[in-house]
């Protein structure tokens, strides 16, 4: 007879990097289910929630000490995301561009199996967008490509 | 993009959001389609083909992803499996964002969302949630058929 198994682990805080990709997944279905029972205008009203909510000590860092502090807050998430080799950033006079050559979620999210949906594209365009304004700056979509996540968008003074 | 790192604050505003447009009754119809949609293929899954042990693979991945501070035992003999949950990240993280308040039971969906999915393949799943204020909680799991 098979010994029955008995396991047991211990880990600290410490042991691991915190990179657990399947949030966006879940991330994508929390969206995609405002999507379906309140609409774009209720994807909207949920991610300014958000980005007014989470983003509030960053845009009064901008606010305080400019792009350059924007520009730091994408390389860390991409870095974060180990993708920072995606990210293209520029700091032009009172403008800062930021080009992605691809996004790290949608290819993560297609890789698993779950196709992102048709709102996605809102948590650039709208998180953004509201970003911009609470840091007193205008924001512009240059452009984005739902199949790859690819955009360019501008902050400026 | 909200990058994965920034998840439970968006998680945290996506239940206040649905509790101010149709209450808690609203929230809880969430947690019951995301075990539905999300983890139903996942942990439900490896429940299908490992049984009690199916718990053991699931949360081996997301914990250590999501680098918690916990023990985790799965004790075939005695049919149990246990995560006590030292450190959350996740309530951590909302924890010390001092400007802005999380969901008041955002470690209410743990309890739904996991229980739900168990409960279809026998297992069944109970969360101790008293100390999650502290981002500590408990979760037994046991075959019950």
Redesign the interface.
């Known amino acids: 007879m098979p010994e029955?198994?008995?396991?047991?682990?211990?880990?600290?805080?410490?042991?691991?990097?915190?990179?657990?990709?399947?949030?966006?997944?879940?991330?994508d279905?929390?969206i995609g289910?405002?999507g379906e029972?309140?609409g774009d205008q209720?994807v909207k009203?949920?991610l300014t929630?958000?980005a007014e909510?989470?983003h509030?000590?960053l845009a009064e860092e901008v606010k305080k000490s400019g792009l350059g502090v924007l520009e730091k807050y994408f390389h860390d998430?991409?870095a974060?995301?180990e993708c920072e080799d995606r990210l293209t950033t520029r700091i032009s006079g009172n403008t800062l561009t930021v080009s992605?050559s691809s996004?790290?979620?949608t290819e993560f999210m297609k890789k698993s199996g779950h196709t992102p949906s048709v709102w996605y594209k809102q948590?650039?365009e709208t998180?953004y967008a509201v970003l911009a304004k609470m840091c007193g700056l205008s924001f512009s979509m240059k452009f984005y490509d739902e199949d790859t996540?690819a955009a360019e968008f501008t902050f400026s003074k | 993009m909200v990058s994965c790192t920034e998840f439970i604050p968006l998680y945290s505003e996506l239940f206040k959001f649905l509790e101010k447009k149709g209450g808690k009754e609203a929230v809880v119809k969430y947690w019951e389609t995301i075990s539905d949609r999300y983890v139903e293929p996942r942990l439900g899954e490896e429940i299908r083909k490992n049984g009690l042990k199916g718990c053991w693979n699931y949360w081996y991945k997301s914990l250590n992803e999501e680098a918690c501070e916990f023990t985790m035992e799965y004790d075939e003999e005695k049919n149990f499996f246990l995560i006590d949950m030292k450190g959350c990240p996740s309530k951590g993280m909302l924890l010390k964002r001092a400007y802005t308040e999380p969901y008041k039971d955002y470690c209410g969906h743990c309890d739904v969302l996991y229980k739900r999915c168990a409960a279809r393949y026998g297992i069944e799943i109970t969360c101790d949630l008293t100390e999650c204020g502290e981002a500590k909680c408990k979760l037994f799991g046991r075959k019950v058929k």
Request: include cysteine.
């Open positions: 029955k198994e008995h396991l047991k682990i211990e880990r600290k805080a410490g042991d691991n990097k915190y990179l657990h990709r399947d949030f966006h997944v879940s991330a279905i929390g289910y405002v029972l309140y209720g009203e949920y929630q958000y909510s989470v509030k000590p998430i991409y974060a995301e992605i996004c790290p979620a948590t650039t998180v996540g």
